[in-house]
């Protein structure tokens, strides 16, 4: 099958937390690569740039209007295909992560739009209930989940120096990238 | 049956929102006002009252630093009751609520403690994901959840100056309650 | 757009509960004609025509075996887009379907296909956990689900001799047709 | 902590499968050897008992006639806390068990009684799609569910002869036992 994701469709890998830890971030960087080997363009957007007071001047009657996002903003809304790359919190995704959505231009960022998901955790699960959660949401919004979600569980002993070690991830990561491109 | 929560247990009801709109607010003011009736004492936590910075001061490397969470998060670890309130943003729950959940102490403000759920919505759903969502994050932290979540929804037409005026959802607070205590 | 459904492209509606009512299947019904009068050719798969005796002889090591579900089965895994009527049972879907799909041949069935949800209900809830359940099913057997869900909740009240009365379903039916079609 | 339960208080553990595989019938009889040394006593209602035409002849109109569930039924309705031992089948829990729930005495079965949920998988998930499905279900039929979910994953690795040789997913098992005692 030729992929219908066009040369021009840049993706836009949603980095899920705005946590000073390295992993969310570094498995976002193995997704960028890999599409760019692909020939795709892909660009980070990484909730750290997030203002400081996101929360109490970015949202809901505020929403729009905070310098700090505008950026972040017109990326989502103009996006076509979107990778969230979710760390698993307290059993979900980040508050964070939710804030942010809960901060974007309803609907024209999401209606019709795809995008895939992959979650991240030190423990066994690898964000399970957070994908379930997160793809309600998106779905919810209007956007297509693609089925096959990777959950890269016990990321401490499956990744080194930015690197995923673990053979099965590593194709696990492949195959949703080939179906994520058709979708 | 003979309650089983005693006067000195206070309640704590976590108004699910950091939005300037009147209606979570007013919802934790009538479960306020009922658990009163009943002789119970009840105290409101008001997602209004976090730090304009609680997303980049309060959570991971500084969660329980910032001066103006000390309270809040004290009282969660020390309250044994809680009632959620939680308005439906975008098919779950704001996204500040669980950034704040995020924020507590863990695993102490969770463990088999008890808590009650209450969904909010304009819309026709009163927040059945929402309340989905939140039931799996207070399970996996340890926290168990009453069976009964009342979904009030198109609140817009069942509120008038602060009371609920839908008699249906005025039993279901009622039972709701009711079982809250024996719980 | 122009859709990317070709007039071959069977679509197979599954009427979700095998129980002698006629909701479920008046719905499929009134799917079935949308698409003939969009050229699209539909079939139900109603799962009251699942031998009696399916939970003991067709599942597991049976599976594949029972003469009465050759041709369901057959049909399942040619497929390749699939409307599901779902019912809501005691807050999800019915037991039956999920066992029905059990039964199905795994992973054929299922990789890469699309599909779409209905929820119906007595009720007002429309089957929201139960879409999010079978969405969560689906996605982990490698399928793809339609972003929007259409929740046609008090259907008692909302339909009359086997069509729709209510504007705003018959808006939301057509937009997710639409949308499927396209997907 | 005194145990709130009495002796008399007989717990039902739900073997979640008609399937005729060994596993959960035997973390079912580890539960309930637990339950024993504690001075509990406990009792499996197994799935495999179910009549061969469950679906076509106990469900809906004939709910509660079919002689083949009189017993299952009535101790269903008659028990107070229940222990369900959960495979995971296709990412969520058997459609079997599902179907079960849907042919029990509504309200009477649920209305503020208390369970427990136990995941068995084979893979790495140990069913938490499939606890948090049910806990939906079970929430919405108006029982409690315990905060604490085991999740037993890789089950073939690590159980033999009947027994868990996996020392967490023992103690897992006991905090979960001394939790529901007191739940």
Redesign the interface.
Known sequence: MVPTTRMEDKIYIISGT????AVSLAVSHIYKNEFKLLGMEAEIIDLRD?P??????A???NAGTHQGMVDMRQKMKEGQKFLFVVPE??????????????GLK?PETFT?KKCALVGVSSG???G??AL??L???????????????VRL?EIGKNMKEGLITNKLYNQLINWQIN?FLE?
């Open positions: 705005n946590r000073e830890e997030l400081d007071n996101y929360l109490a001047a949202l809901y009657e919190y307290n059993g979900s995704f980040p508050g964070v992560l939710k804030a942010f959505i809960d309803f019709n066994v699960q690898g399970a209930l379930s959660h793809t309600d949401i998106l779905n919810y919004c209007g956007t297509h989940v693609l089925a096959r979600k569980a179906e979708f």
